[in-house]
């Protein structure tokens, strides 16, 4: 992609942005308030989250559908540690491990035994959300959170930024680092865009596959975490929300710049938390918002996908040139 792309692309985004903040601000001039910007920030770092992690698998031309589960079961798994009088730090700690290791398992199972990555992740993430009800029978865990120090994750301020926005941007900042700026990073570039040529390039493919599933279920309970400490307990539905923004995000900022990235997917991210903060503040039902939202995910899979987008090219009549 050349500059002049890019800063064409840079210029259609800050348009679309203003046009989405003119019109809420137009119909509730409370949409731009300190305060509904500081909640806007907030619903965007946990959706963010979940869906950095998300952009390393897609990425590697993968799809994983187990990290709502996942992130449940982190959910509930930090949760109990708290519950039983576990320091914060641990309790943290084990949510994270959680969606390491099933992110790991994963990984495994598609690159080394080649299984269908949607079955797999399908099936691993019900195992998680079974997993996740024999810590309470599915009740919500709420025990010592109030006095764990969990909620002043929600409530701090570091750098004068709220907390859960300024952890976006450190996991942001770690995800450009890692994708734009190592050779570990374009090992995933190389394997999602053509994978024999990847591995006799030297390439460990299998290895660079495992570690997207790995750091895609680890942002899940990082972005679980987040809304945990928001909301002050923990249930086993939890990570059900996480699904459809995560992946809207992902391909809606992939459609914007041309290819998945970290900053596509923070850009992404923050046209869909401007449409559902936007969508909150008028009031309007969550299943007109949510059809909103899936209508985006599937025109912006639409401008994504290579196969689609040439299929629909090719169904577009052509100019036939004039003889001389």
Not at 226 to 248: D, E, I
């Amino acid at each position: 992609m050349t500059r002049t792309t890019l800063f064409i692309r840079i210029l259609a985004f800050a348009a679309i942005v203003a046009v989405i903040a003119g019109l809420f601000w137009m119909q509730n001039p409370a949409f731009l308030s300190t305060g509904n910007i500081r909640a806007l920030m907030r619903h965007m770092s946990v959706n963010g989250v979940a869906a950095l992690g998300l952009t390393f698998v897609i990425v590697v031309r993968h799809f994983d559908l187990s990290f709502p589960g996942v992130a449940s079961l982190g959910a509930m798994t930090m949760g109990w540690l708290i519950a039983i009088g576990q320091p914060l730090s641990l309790a943290i700690g084990g949510g994270l491990a959680v969606g390491l290791l099933i992110g790991i398992f994963n990984g495994i199972a598609i690159a080394r035994f080649k299984l269908p990555d949607i079955v797999t992740t399908i099936a691993t993430g019900g195992l998680a959300i079974g997993f996740s009800y024999f810590y309470s029978n599915g009740t919500s865990i709420s025990r010592n959170f109030f006095m764990s120090g969990l909620l002043d994750i929600n409530d701090g301020r570091f750098l004068g930024l709220d907390r859960p926005f300024a952890i976006l941007l450190g996991a942001a900042l770690v995800g450009l680092l890692i994708l734009n700026a190592s050779r570990f990073g374009r090992a995933f570039y190389a394997t999602g865009e053509n994978r024999t040529a990847a591995w006799y390039s030297g390439v460990p493919v299998s290895a660079i596959v495992i570690a997207a599933f790995a750091l895609c279920g680890l942002c899940a309970c990082l972005s679980i975490v987040l809304l945990v400490a928001s909301s002050g307990a923990a249930n086993v539905s939890a990570g059900t929300q996480l699904l459809m923004p995560a992946f809207a995000a992902v391909y809606l900022g992939a459609a914007l710049f041309g290819r998945p990235s970290v900053l596509a997917t923070l850009a992404g991210t923050m046209l869909m938390s401007l449409m559902l903060n936007g969508f909150t503040l008028l009031a309007i039902p969550y299943y007109y918002s949510d059809a909103i939202v899936s209508t985006v995910l599937i025109l912006a899979i639409t401008c994504f996908d290579p196969r689609i987008s040439g299929a629909l090219r090719r169904l577009l009549p052509t100019r036939k040139e004039t003889p001389a």
